[in-house]
């Protein structure tokens, strides 16, 4: 399983130390975490952040990157520079960036490409809007986002990738998905990618986020499709964000 900490535009030289040298010691008793763990700073902090991580076993992410290579893009941040920082995993297609920053799905295809063209790990986000869930459209909305991914980037290429089902009502709004209606979609995206290659979708892992805490990590991680969690809030608590890591299986 796998616990990433998505720390969105939070943080500073001061509070990343102090949040990521309570998150190792955390780790350094007696049951350390058999599972993975990440943390996904911003950019800026990519470096210090990687050189706390460094002796410990928590891996380093990035929230967003480019879907090009090198060149004129002011602002823009490669897969290969991510590589050269150590980065191991990237998340792609966040609701956030797709509702803020207008990325479609087609974008968020080339990014998924982009980072798996480098060895990186992809964690690609999907996930249903509130009137999308109520309109009773929430497969048909996941089931376009995968597709356009699959499409552009082959199934082959979802070997090593991580997905996030992030539902977007759930998203810091502390209304969280029941473990019910998590596993529900978690099983229908297992299901899409079995139509292209059954041992890809039955070793992938599906990640839930959405105001996961340490009160219903457990629960959530109980389920038979729940392979972890992507976590905003919670992850910039160190109890918090240990106990839910600790909730894996
Ligand atoms: P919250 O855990 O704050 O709801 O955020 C979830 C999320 O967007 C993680 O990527």
Not at 3 to 23: C, D, F, P, Q, R
Not at 29 to 47: R, T
Not at 215 to 222: M, V
Request: net charge negative.
């Amino acid at each position: 399983m796998l616990v990433a900490a998505n720390w969105k535009m939070n943080g500073s030289k001061v509070a990343n130390e102090t949040l990521i040298k309570g998150v190792i010691a955390g780790f350094s008793d007696a049951e350390s975490v058999n599972n993975d763990v990440a943390i996904c700073p911003p950019f800026v902090y990519i470096d210090s952040v990687g050189q706390l991580l460094a002796d410990s076993e928590v891996r380093l992410g990035a929230q967003n990157v480019s879907h090009l290579e090198i060149g004129a893009y002011t602002g823009e941040v490669s897969p290969s520079m991510l590589k050269d920082m150590a980065c191991r995993y990237v998340i792609v297609g966040h609701s956030e960036r797709r509702s803020l920053y207008a990325e479609g799905d087609q974008l968020v295809a080339q990014k998924f490409v982009s980072v798996t063209k480098q060895d990186l790990i992809p964690i690609l986000c999907v996930g249903e809007l509130l009137e999308e869930r109520e309109a009773c459209d929430t497969n048909d909305v996941i089931a376009r986002q995968l597709d356009a991914v699959i499409d552009l980037a082959g199934i082959e290429n979802f070997k090593n990738a991580i997905i996030a089902y992030e539902p977007v009502w759930a998203i810091g709004t502390g209304k969280t998905a029941t473990p019910k209606q998590a596993q529900e979609v978690h099983e229908f995206i297992r299901l899409r990618l079995a139509r292209h290659d059954v041992a890809i979708a039955n070793d992938i892992r599906i990640l839930y986020g959405g105001s996961v805490n340490a009160n219903n990590a457990q629960d959530l991680f109980s389920m038979a499709d729940i392979d972890g969690g992507l976590i905003g809030g919670a992850s910039l608590i160190v109890d918090d964000f240990l106990s839910i890591c600790k909730a894996m299986r």
